[in-house]
């Protein structure tokens, strides 16, 4: 079971700009970053654990955070 995220309405603002940043290196430039492992980014004292979503195209935090 996953550990539920507690984060501010500003923190989550912090984290989606960060994805978005991410998605935007990966789109523009073919750069993969973490492509055999799950990629970790931190705020305050909050260790997130984002990957790529094909689907949607974009890096999302991942839905087995707190494992």
Same mark, same amino acid.
């Given at each position: 079971? !996953?550990?539920? /995220?507690?984060?501010?309405?500003? =923190? ?9 940043? /991410? ?10 970053? !973490?492509?055999? =492992?799950? /990629? ?28």
């Amino acid at each position: 079971m !996953s550990a539920p /995220l507690n984060l501010t309405a500003e =923190q989550l603002r912090s984290i989606s700009y960060a994805l978005d940043g /991410l998605t935007k290196i990966t789109k523009e430039n073919g750069v993969s970053l !973490s492509p055999h =492992q799950r /990629l970790e980014i931190g705020l305050d004292d909050n260790v997130l654990h984002v990957s790529w979503d094909e689907a949607a195209e974009a890096y999302v935090i991942d839905d087995r955070n707190g494992e």
